[in-house]
């Protein structure tokens, strides 16, 4: 029973206190006046009756109410109900005016005035409607003058007396004719929450209400901001009626006033309510989450992370509230709906809501007293949560919202509440222990969901209203309208004599009568289901394989049988078995079982390996393992021990030291918690044993009981024991606790304590893979160090002996021993005598140590071990024996001690193999704790670039390999292989490497073996592929006569000579259904006319290309179409004319065969101009050619000051090229009928002279490099002064206004220099500046260098990011990109372009390649790259032999990586488009690998032509279905993938005819994980047979049974596991099951992208039926989104990771292709800063001298410019030394930055390329540097600056 109220209070203004500020309010009366002892009064009330502040105003209020809730010292509630009226403030002299302007304003009479009054009740009950009632009476009888004595009503009113709980019904009354009913809840556990829930959804929807229900659980600030008070009071009644069943253990303010707004700067958490005119106070919070209740928004700052429920929970929460708001949802789609789907009252809304909240809390508690440990039940219970146990159980551990709410105060209030195993139970309890696998089955069925929450909330209702059929109330109210009567009364001054008289005559009465006592109905608190039913879902508790299990109990077996021979044999894969979790616990369950009276002794052998198991299981103990393996083998390595000599005994924990798990104070917490929970429980199972059974339950049912079960019966007896026997059992459980606290002192002096304590060497690190390492396995050291150095951190005070291990131990033991025995209730006595023994423990022990560690030296040395040997392609055969080596660490990060997580794989011991294919290391790390890892390293031996010697004071020789395939290998030669040996191996290397032939490359002699070689007797049989190349080459003679010079011509093997291995083609792995024909080779013998030699030519892939995009069929009569613009010609068809071309080629209808052979001689090496592309849209065409030789430049131009020796010849020639060029410009539709001039005017040499290099290009890149310009054209010449502004910039509109060129020839400017263009001329020649072949060598090497240094570097001028600058590899990248964007521009615009550089088979090829890839979507399929690089890159004779430095002769050339520079554009395009490709990153990966390793036939030779000599040109089709497959790439590509989706992009979802425009700035490109990653546990994943053969080897002896899953968890480390194996992606894993289950149910399986393509159908589907609903984000594969949205929201890390996709919609709205749009529409970067105050005055990230051009007078003047990266700004000074800012230019404005000219008024002697100008959105800016290289610097540094925004 309890007071309806406590106290009445009558508060009034202040008018004594008012001056100019805000008045005050002040208590008239209060009822009692004498406070209630067991309730004091609460101070500063008269705030929160006015939380706005007491104010006088001039108009009458309506009376209003609201509930406001303190809390005092004690955290107990106060709920103080606020009824407030006005009444007329009775004015005796005239009152002064606010102004003092004017003297005679003091006499006016003041305007009536109303002062606020309130009537307040305080309870600390909360009944909100009966205060309102109550209240409303009060004020009802004073303004209508009811005949009812007021003080007899608050009389009544203060005497009231009401049950709290119990479910009872009172009827009260105040005696003024009222009459109210008040219902109690049933349990007062439940909150009672009324609507507020409901209406709190209602308001903020559902996101925001569960974005704040996490920040209240995770302990983040939370402010709601509102108009009307109540709403504040029930919106914060709302947040924490959710919690529950947890409570709200911080700050709790519903209604704050404006006094105390400085509250809302507290550093602890808080839920607190202001009113939303105080909006303008929040600005400067940063750190508070603001819910605008009337505006429907929550706001949270950024540098907040609100941490978000775990999925599943998350969408099925989100789910079952949409089903309760709106159950109309689920049918709003049906034909028919049904009738009555209208949603609840608001009254049963709200208890929906709070049961759909209550179910999710059972789904996260589920299973949370299974992890309660009891460590005390008397006197009291002393419980205590095993949170790793939990996460753990639940596979949670990584969840940071769950993590977070069990640290937190409030679940921390939870265990103490409800972990005690004896209490009342509530219906949280229920759901916990019995419906929680109801839950869990009816999940994804929306119905069964809706029917289990609407039973849950009518249990809620019931609590709240338990008698439903409730008398009408009868309360009097004021009539309408009495508060605006003129004359009113003030209230009237109470009796406080009579109000006393009444409420003392109650408490007599009280006093007389029988106290209330509340029956507390306590029982046993249910279990609920154990931890191991729990499913989970995140499939990391999962059954082990049953064979690995038989693996690790055999290996123990022989081990301690003595049959060590086979225990031998069985550790390698013991050893990998144990990175399962549950071989883990059976090799703590197997060591267990050999332990006899805690002792076994073993032998050297036995020991060493049982110590190898542990620490194998203990070298990856995450937090997850702490208390499952390392918590069991802590007793074993107590019991495993070794005899060294007479008396000394190592123990198996000297052995076992070096890992993190035995520093972690709260792993020894909770096994300390575990044992005396364990010896608590067989204390009361044996004081139950020694008395008769009550319940007749046996012995048998006592022993299952659990600790819980145990204690919860102790306290339910223990009122029944006598105190004797109560205070022996509290003395029992005390020496228990004592005891087990010397015990674990004892087992951390023997985890802390290393071996060798004579060193005292602290290891000061905090993760395993920091710490030293030793050879020896018995002789380790310990992280004692460590632990001295945290504990001396954390206690406060650095230690004087910092090398004193033995004091640093003392410590650690003395922190934990305080720790545990404080929460456990050890005596004073007690705590007192264990830190006195403790240093004695250590003592002895260190002495004990001395003796062992003594004797373990004179131990034997450790054997090497022995050689692994590597898998091998079919056909690569070991060139010489294996060397036993060292493989030294590098520069790169993983190989530095474990850096990047786990044991230091590096230096790793093993041999060095030399194949015919590949250089190999295959090995184990020394380290101890990752001893058994298999690490591989190999690249081909085609790859291999350069070889160092390296002199180290250790090893007599070491060698540095480095590989183009970014690899690196440094080896140190053991001491047993001789220097000859190691001379042997290098020259070996060297012949491998730079063959004499290309037909002795691995490609080509692949399964030969030396007797085949000399074997000449089969050369006839099959000499069909020869006779068609001699035949070819014969016909060559005939056509061209003398001018043919044969080359001097190898003669390869014949193809029978090489024979294959009699076990055939290891690809079997991957075949397909289909079975190769062996009688395949049926090509003629001779090829007798042109006719059948064209037949073969039409069939090539490049025929069928040209004839998809319309440029021209070729029939057999050599017929062709007049109507058609283009022609295929066979003027090559012998390559008498060109020899790097193809055969067949594209060139207009109208040009003769004759005329195409006198314009080949004015371009270098005949490469005369052809097409390879056309616009499906603009018709426009893309040619390729080569340069221009320099008299033919002056032929194009038909410039006049350079006349021809032959003017005739010349002329033809030059008219020849210009019918060409005109005939490819009349091609086009909208200029074949255009007469006239068309092209651009002005074309003089100064514009040519003026153009600027690619760097001015680069800075404009930033705004509108790729905007869509009519003249692109101009841009890229660098005509920038054409029509010069005033302020200097570009006037836009003359660009518009120019016609364009019908065809833009792409030249170098050296090239074209001075030459002039003929005004009549309809095409336009661009020069540009573009890298040489020798600077992408020299960039190339520097790459290698950057990405896969040979050693750390400690100068920080050599950083990773330093060196990558200066390779200037993507510098090269980005001039490529910009090039191809531009072309691609001038060709979707209606302009063709003929690209015509250097050679035409470098940088040409790469433009060509890269506009076509663009623009066509065919070319970014499998079948259309390939078709592009054949066509490309094959056929028009990139010189891959040569760049490549394939043999001798081209070794002098160096390696010079053209292809790899395409693909890495390539690379960078499909990153920002990932949605557009089929093909993934793997692919790009694989050629990059393959097109340099020479396994292929496909890279090598520089030309078709050189391919027929060999015999390769028609070997795919000839070869296709025999067994000597797979010469070609791309048939073992297609065979691959069919057979798996490795090649395959799951975002493949392209747009028809998309045009791609990628960002080609430096800042937009990213540096391939090709040339940083690696896989040290296989090697290189590119030759599937290798890893995939590997890989069911090591499976071979731990294929789990058919019935078992076959996955298990795995630490996957970052350098050396494969990610894309240990975790693929969910597609491929779904792929791979399903072809699984088919194969268990005998079925057929269907090959996966059949699979695929059906599942696709079905999404399209789905997706169109969806899409009136569904946002276009969420679709991945029909996506509507734009492709630079798509490129901006879509990142796949990894082409085979699908899982990992970032699908964040950051951009602005109004983001377009263009980056510019970007830029006008960003806020301020500067703005962000001007919150912060920093310490420095300023940054200065660069600063130097610059003259500056007046805006004004145009004058120059030097300025002190800074440079501020952290501001963004641009700012200058008079001089250096001056603080004054005289300038500031703001980066987000800045739209380019170029090389400018010299102006009017320059500084005299600067040279020209020393002047920059800086454009922004207001105006340009004119600078000038003291030389050009500064000026560049400054220009590079702006351009960083702007790339970081």
């Not at 005949?147 to 005696?175: D, H």
């Not at 992408?1336 to 001028?1357: E, G, Q, R, Y």
Request: charged share 25%; net charge neutral; with cysteine.
């Amino acid at each position: 029973m309890a007071r309806l109220a406590d106290y009445f209070v009558l508060i009034g203004y202040d008018h004594d206190k008012h001056g100019s500020g805000d008045g005050q309010g002040r208590i008239i009366q209060r009822f009692p006046e004498k406070e209630w002892e067991d309730n004091p009064f609460p101070q500063g009330i008269q705030l929160f009756c006015q939380p706005s502040g007491w104010h006088l105003v001039l108009e009458r209020k309506s009376p209003n109410f609201f509930v406001a809730v303190l809390t005092d010292i004690n955290s107990e509630r106060h709920y103080c109900a606020c009824f407030t009226f006005w009444e007329a403030v009775e004015s005796l002299q005239p009152q002064k005016n606010h102004t003092d302007d004017d003297e005679d304003s003091k006499f006016v009479q003041a305007p009536q005035l109303f002062a606020p009054k309130s009537l307040v009740l305080v309870s600390q009950l909360d009944h909100t409607e009966v205060f309102r009632n109550c209240l409303g009476l009060i004020y009802t009888i004073y303004i209508d003058s009811l005949n009812f004595p007021l003080e007899t009503v608050i009389g009544n009113l203060l005497t009231c007396i009401i049950p709290i709980t119990g479910g009872s019904q009172r009827t009260i009354s105040l005696g003024a004719g009222d009459r109210q009913v008040i219902q109690t809840p049933v349990n007062d556990a439940l909150p009672v929450s009324g609507c507020s829930v409901a209406l709190l959804l209602k308001q903020l929807g559902i996101n925001n209400v569960l974005e704040l229900f996490c920040a209240a659980l995770t302990e983040h600030k939370i402010l709601f901001l509102s108009s009307s008070y109540q709403r504040l009071t029930e919106a914060c009644r709302a947040l924490l009626a959710l919690m529950f069943p947890l409570k709200y253990s911080f700050t709790y303010i519903p209604i704050l006033p404006a006094q105390l707004l400085e509250v809302l700067s507290s550093p602890t958490p808080f839920i607190i309510g202001i009113h939303s005119s105080f909006r303008a106070e929040m600005q400067d919070l940063l750190d508070v989450i603001v819910a605008d209740l009337d505006g429907g928004t929550v706001m949270i700052p950024e540098c907040i992370h609100i941490s978000v429920l775990p999925e599943p929970h998350l969408l099925q929460t989100q789910t079952a509230l949409s089903m309760v708001l709106d159950p109309e949802l689920e049918y709003a789609d049906y034909a028919f709906p049904p009738s009555s789907t209208s949603a609840s009252s608001m009254k049963f809304q709200d208890k929906e809501i709070r049961a759909v909240f209550l179910r999710l809390f059972a789904q996260l508690f589920q299973g949370y007293r299974w992890c309660l440990q009891i460590i005390r039940i008397h006197p009291e219970p002393v419980i205590r949560f095993h949170k790793v146990a939990f996460l753990a159980q639940r596979g949670l551990f990584d969840d940071d919202f769950l993590t977070k709410v069990l640290e937190g105060m409030a679940f921390a209030r939870f265990v103490s509440e409800r972990g005690s195993p004896y209490r009342p139970c509530d219906l949280f309890d229920e759901l916990v222990a019995n419906e929680i696998e109801r839950i869990r089955l009816e999940e994804g069925n929306p119905q069964k969901v809706l029917k289990h929450v609407k039973e849950i909330s009518e249990q809620l209702h019931r609590n709240e209203n338990p008698y439903p059929a409730v008398a009408m109330h009868k309360i009097q109210k004021p009539k309408e309208g009495s508060h605006l009567r003129v004359q009113q009364n003030t209230f009237p001054h109470l009796d406080e004599g009579t109000v006393q008289w009444i409420i003392d005559q109650a408490t007599a009465k009280l006093k007389n009568a029988p106290p209330a006592v509340k029956a507390e109905m306590k029982c046993v608190v249910p279990m609920g289901p154990p931890s191991a039913t729990i499913i989970d879902q995140n499939g990391i508790v999962l059954a082990n394989s049953a064979r690995r299990l038989e693996v690790v109990r055999n290996c123990i077996t022989y081990i301690f049988e003595n049959k060590m021979l086979e225990a031998k044999k069985l550790l390698p894969a013991m050893l990998r078995a144990l990175k399962g979790r549950a071989a883990r616990q059976c090799l703590t369950q197997e060591l267990n079982s050999h332990v006899l009276q805690n002792r076994a002794v073993l032998d050297h052998q036995q020991f060493d390996y049982i110590v190898r198991m542990m620490n194998c299981a203990l070298q990856d103990c995450t937090p997850l393992d702490e208390h499952l393996i390392a918590a069991a083998l802590l007793p074993l390595v107590t019991a495993f021990c070794r005899k060294l000599g007479s008396g000394v005994t190592q123990f198996a924990y000297s052995c076992v030291q070096e890992h993190v798990v035995w520093t972690n104070l709260q792993f020894w917490e909770a096994m300390f918690y575990s044992d005396v929970q364990n010896h608590i429980r067989a204390l009361y199972l044996e004081v139950d044993a020694d008395r008769p059974s009550e319940t007749g339950c046996d012995s048998d049912e006592k022993l299952q009981k659990s600790a819980l079960e145990v204690a919860a019966e102790q306290l339910r007896m223990w009122p029944t024991r006598s105190k004797e026997k109560q205070q022996e059992l509290i003395d029992k459980e005390e020496s228990i606790v004592y005891s087990q606290a010397i015990h674990y002192g004892n087992r951390l002096t023997y985890l802390l304590l290393p071996l060798d304590t004579s060193k005292n060497r602290l290891l000061r690190s905090t993760a395993v893979g920091d710490l030293e390492s030793v050879s020896n396995s018995f002789v380790t050291s310990s992280i004692a160090g460590s632990v001295a150095e945290s504990y001396d951190t954390e206690s406060g005070f650095e230690d004087a002996e910092t090398s004193d291990v033995a004091n640093s131990v003392v410590r650690f033991i003395n922190r934990f021993v305080d720790k545990v025995c404080t929460e456990s209730g050890v005596s004073n006595d007690h705590l007192k005598a264990l830190h006195a023994n403790l240093p004695d423990i250590v003592q002895m022990h260190i002495e004990t140590l001395d003796a062992v560690h003594r004797e373990s030296k004179r131990l034997p040395a450790i054997q090497k071990p022995k050689l692994l040997r590597p898998a091998l392609l079919v056909g690569e055969e070991q060139v010489m024996e294996a060397l036993r080596v060292i493989l030294m660490p590098d520069g790169r990060e993983e190989s530095v001690s474990g850096s990047l997580g786990g044991p230091p794989i590096m230096p790793a011991e093993g041999a060095i193999f030399l194949t015919t294919y590949r250089i190999i290391f295959k090995g184990a790390p020394l380290e101890t704790l990752a001893g058994e890892q298999t690490v591989i390293r190999s690249f081909p031996v085609a790859s291999f670039t350069k070889e160092k010697k390296i002199n180290q004071q250790e090893f007599q020789d070491v060698l540095q390999l480095r590989s183009s395939t970014f690899q690196l290998m440094k080896i140190a030669f053991d001491e047993e292989v001789a220097s000859e040996m190691v001379e042997i191996f290098r020259k070996h290397i060297h012949k491998l490497r730079y063959p004499q032939y290309v037909h002795n490359t691995f490609a080509f002699t692949v399964g030969q073996s030396p007797k085949q070689v000399v074997e000449s007797k089969q050369k006839e049989k099959n000499p069909s592929l020869r006779t068609m190349s001699r035949n070819i080459m014969k016909n060559a003679k005939k056509t061209i006569g003398r001018q043919y010079v044969t080359r001097k011509k190898y003669t390869p093997p014949t193809w029978d000579q090489r024979a294959t291995p009699a076990h055939g083609d290891n690809l079997d792995q991957i075949s397909v259904s289909e079975e190769m024909e062996q009688n395949a080779l049926t090509l003629s013998t001779t090829i007798r006319s042109d006719k059948s030699t064209m037949s073969h030519m039409v069939e090539r892939a490049c025929c069928r290309d040209y004839q998809r995009l319309g440029l021209g069929t070729l029939s057999n009569s050599l017929t062709r179409s007049k109507n058609e613009p283009f022609r295929i010609t066979t003027v090559n068809r012998m390559y008498s004319v060109c020899r790097s071309y193809p055969s067949l080629l594209i060139i207009p209808q109208t040009i003769q065969d004759s005329t195409m052979q006198r314009i080949s001689r004015c371009y270098r090496q005949n490469r005369f101009p052809v097409v390879c592309w056309r616009n499906s849209r603009t018709k426009a065409v893309l040619l390729r050619s080569a340069g221009l030789h320099g008299k033919s430049v002056v032929g194009l131009f038909k410039s006049q000051n350079a006349p021809a020796t032959d003017p005739s010849q010349t002329d033809s020639i030059s008219l020849a090229q210009e019918k060409y060029l005109q005939a490819v410009i009349n091609s086009m539709p909208h200029y074949a009928d255009t007469g006239g001039r068309n092209t651009l005017s002005g074309f003089t040499s100064a514009h040519m002279n003026s153009s600027g290099k690619w760097g001015s290009i680069r800075g404009s890149g930033r705004l509108s490099a790729y905007s869509l310009n009519s003249d692109v054209g101009l841009r890229l010449a660098g005509k920038e002064t054409l029509s010069p502004k005033v302020n200097g910039g570009l006037s836009d509109s003359h660009y518009f206004r120019q016609p364009r060129a019908g065809l833009y020839i792409i030249g170098e400017k050296s090239q074209l220099k001075g030459a002039k263009q003929d005004p009549s001329q309809q095409w336009e020649v661009v020069p540009i500046e573009i890298f040489d072949v020798r600077h992408v060598k020299t960039s190339f090497k520097k790459l290698m260098k950057a990405c896969v240094p040979s050693s750390a570097s400690t100068d920080p001028n050599q950083s990773y990011y330093r060196s990558l600058e200066e390779s200037d590899w993507l510098s090269q990248l980005h001039k490529l990109l910009q090039v191809s964007v531009l072309v691609v521009e001038l060709l979707d615009n209606g302009s063709s372009v003929l690209i015509s550089l250097e050679d035409g088979w470098d940088v040409t090829t790469q433009v060509v390649s890269l506009v076509q890839l663009l623009s066509d979507q065919h070319y970014r399929t499998l079948e259309g790259f390939r078709l592009l690089v054949e066509k490309e890159w094959l056929s028009f004779g990139h010189r891959f032999s040569h760049r490549g430095a394939q043999t001798m002769a081209s070794q002098s050339s160096g390696f010079t990586p053209v292809f790899l520079q395409f693909l890495d554009c390539v690379h960078q395009i499909h990153l920002q488009f990932p949605m557009e490709f089929e093909f993934s990153m793997h692919y790009l990966k694989f050629l990059a690998y393959h097109y340099v390793s020479n396994r292929f036939r496909t890279f090598l030779l520089d030309s078709d032509h050189e391919r027929i000599e060999f015999g390769l040109m028609y070997e795919e089709k000839g070869e296709r279905k025999n067994q000597h497959a797979y010469k070609s790439v791309w048939d073992y590509i297609d065979r691959l993938n069919k057979k798996t989706p490795v090649f395959f992009n799951y975002l493949y979802a392209p747009e028809d005819g998309e045009v791609l425009r990628p960002y080609g700035n430096i800042s937009n490109l990213k540096v391939w994980d090709y040339y940083t990653h690696e896989t040290l546990s296989e090697g290189p994943p590119y030759d599937w047979e290798l890893v995939y053969g590997r890989r069911e080897q090591v499976d071979d002896g731990e294929r789990a049974d058919t019935l078992a899953p076959q996955t298990q968890r795995k630490i996957v480390w970052p350098c050396y596991d494969n990610r894309n194996k240990t975790e693929p992606d969910a597609i491929s894993k779904l792929l791979e099951e399903m072809q699984s289950l088919e194969s268990e149910l005998g079925q057929v399986p269907d090959k996966w992208k059949e699979t695929w393509d059906k599942i696709k159908t079905t999404q399209r589907t789905e997706s169109k039926q969806e899409s009136k609903h569904l946002s276009s984000s969420s679709l991945l594969i029909s996506s509507s989104l734009s492709h630079h949205r798509r490129s901006q929201c879509v990142y796949l890390h990894e082409a085979a990771v699908g899982s990992t996709l970032n699908l964040s919609l950051d951009t602005d709205s109004s983001t377009t292709s263009t980056p510019s749009s970007g830029v006008m529409g960003r806020k301020s970067t500067s703005t962000l800063y001007s919150q912060f105050q920093t310490s420095e005055s300023e940054h200065r990230s660069y600063e130097g001298i610059l003259y500056k051009r007046g805006a004004l007078l145009k004058a120059w003047k030097p300025r002190w410019f800074v440079l501020d990266k952290t501001k963004h700004q641009l700012r200058y000074y008079d001089s250096k030394s001056d603080t004054d800012v005289k300038g500031i230019v703001d980066l987000t404005e800045v739209e380019s930055v170029t090389l400018g000219t010299a102006a009017l008024g320059a500084p005299k002697n600067i040279e020209d390329k020393a002047f920059f100008d800086l454009k922004t959105t207001k105006r340009v800016y004119n600078f000038c540097a003291q030389d050009s290289q500064s000026a560049q610097q400054w220009i590079d540094k702006i351009q960083s600056c702007l790339s970081d925004a």
